[in-house]
């Protein structure tokens, strides 16, 4: 087994995020709510979690909100 060493840099916190797309803290803190669930799917590490979903949210504000929305597409 080995150890995964992250870090967060200053670049990926919800404040960075909300300031990059003009929105609030909040309505960036729900994103990473949903992100974290869907990542920790597949990681026991929380943080790995979050880092991962910080990563995704900065490339889209609302990819765990266009993943949900295709997984209801598919699921019909």
Do not use: C, W
């Not at 200053?10 to 929105?23: D, H, M, V």
């Not at 026991?44 to 295709?70: C, P, R, T």
């Amino acid at each position: 087994m080995f150890k995964v060493k992250t870090t967060l840099t200053a670049k990926y916190t919800p404040t960075g995020l909300a300031k990059k797309y003009k929105t609030t803290y909040q309505a960036v803190v729900s994103e990473l709510n949903k992100g974290i669930r869907v990542e920790s799917e597949h990681t026991g590490n929380k943080l790995v979690a979050k880092k991962i979903a910080l990563d995704h949210l900065a490339e889209d504000l609302f990819y765990y909100s266009k993943l949900k929305k295709i997984e209801r597409k598919f699921k019909k």
